[in-house]
């Protein structure tokens, strides 16, 4: 038996359909790759925001932290003056 031209147009069109199908996977897995590549940069952009958040709440506590420490000396200082006044004066 041999093949007639309905089999042999039959066959073109599966093989169009595949390499078709096959181009369309192509450009799926490129769009999925690049897809991929940004969220991984935008998680590390993610993550060096978050670490530079982290450092300037640290630099903030701790300047904070200062002042207080500061603040309470001058506090304990005019309180000392204070009762020294008071005490002279009476």
Do not use: P, W
């Not at 089999?7 to 069109?13: G, K, L, Q, S």
């Not at 096959?22 to 897809?35: C, E, G, N």
């Not at 200062?66 to 003056?81: A, P, S, Y």
């Amino acid at each position: 038996m041999t093949d007639h031209k309905g089999h042999n147009i039959c066959d073109m069109i599966e093989s169009q359909q595949v390499q078709m199908f096959q181009r369309r996977a192509q450009i799926l897995k490129k769009k999925i790759d690049a897809s991929s590549g940004e969220t991984e940069i935008f998680a590390d952009e993610l993550n060096e925001i978050e670490d530079q958040l982290a450092s300037a709440k640290e630099g903030t506590l701790s300047e904070l932290e200062e002042k207080f420490e500061v603040l309470i000396e001058m506090l304990k200082n005019r309180k000392d003056t204070l009762e020294k006044t008071v005490k002279a004066h009476y």
